[in-house]
């Protein structure tokens, strides 16, 4: 088969598995947590306003949250609310449902009946789930913008405090206006490649043990299970060895000046985990009885 029509198979799939995605119910479930993630953080940040406003306790608190709030912060705070926790979870399961839960069905049998490599169907999967992942961080962005400029700014300068977007143990310190916009669609990019990190995690799973809620479960803990003991200080030596090392690069982003040496060691990395998930997941369901 040439290398056209194949690509263009690739094409015709990743389409179809796309107006899959958009059509199930959970489609706007996933929709509907990222609004109501959206609001409980501008609930907490208007709730902690008025705490420390009466008390008077932390004044220097309440300066900077009403100077320093705006929309691309908050954009930026959501982000980190997110694609640390909420989007891996809607991720794994949109993933394992439409490969294991096809295969649980046969209905991957009736598209691997017709004259199209198996590898261009695992392949086609990943790119759908991987338009799917940027979809979410559009809805993110564009909501938490849009709730941040309405009732905040809707830009000015960016404070940095997060630990987590925090590297090179810099101090907290303050992104000018005049570079938030720039730091604000990159950060968000970046996490993209998390995200295709996690939808060629899964899909490696689902190949594997081809059932939806091991295909959910065990990589979902082994992702936290990671996650969580990068953040452990007694268990800060093993870092270096998890698999989730390095997929968090958007944070080098938010460095002044950006680490860009960080951002490709870290990337390239991330980029060879992707290929050895999808390499093993498509040698799998390539040579698996259907």
């Known amino acids: 088969m040439n290398s056209p029509t194949t690509m263009c198979q690739i094409m015709g799939l990743t389409a179809f598995e796309c107006r899959k995605l958009w059509l199930q119910k959970r489609f706007s479930y996933s929709v509907a947590v990222l609004t109501v993630t959206t609001i409980l953080g501008l609930t907490a940040i208007h709730l902690r306003l008025a705490k420390e406003s009466s008390a008077q306790t932390c004044a220097w608190l309440v300066e900077i949250m009403g100077k320093y709030v705006n929309g691309v912060n908050f954009s930026i705070a959501i982000l980190g609310a997110t694609v640390f926790t909420i989007m891996p979870m809607i991720i794994g399961i949109f993933?394992?449902?439409c490969f294991a839960g096809e295969q649980e069905l046969n209905q991957l049998r009736t598209i691997a009946l017709r004259p199209v490599p198996r590898w261009a169907i695992f392949l086609s999967k990943f790119l759908a789930?991987?338009?799917f992942s940027m979809f979410l961080l559009l809805a993110t962005l564009t909501l938490s913008y849009a709730v941040g400029a309405t009732f905040f700014r809707p830009s000015g300068d960016i404070f940095i405090w997060d630990p987590a977007m925090?590297?090179?143990k810099q101090q907290q310190f303050i992104l000018p206006e005049s570079k938030a916009w720039g730091r604000l669609f990159l950060i968000y990019a970046l996490s993209w490649f998390t995200l295709t990190y996690l939808v060629a995690l899964f899909l490696m799973c689902a190949a594997l043990f081809k059932k939806t809620a091991t295909a959910i479960i065990l990589p979902l803990g082994f992702y936290f299970s990671c996650y969580f003991i990068e953040t452990m200080p007694l268990m800060e030596l093993?870092?270096?060895?998890l698999p989730t090392r390095y997929i968090f690069i958007g944070k080098y982003s938010m460095a002044d000046p950006i680490l860009w040496g960080a951002i490709a060691h870290?990337?390239?990395f991330t980029l060879a985990?992707?290929?050895l998930f999808l390499a093993i997941g498509g040698f799998v369901?390539?040579?698996s009885d259907l």
């Open 129 to 131: 789930m991987s338009i």
């Open 166 to 168: 925090l590297v090179n």
């Open 285 to 287: 369901f390539n040579s």
């Open 95 to 97: 993933t394992a449902t």
């Open 238 to 241: 093993l870092k270096d060895f």
């Open 273 to 275: 985990f992707t290929a």
């Open 266 to 268: 870290d990337g390239l």
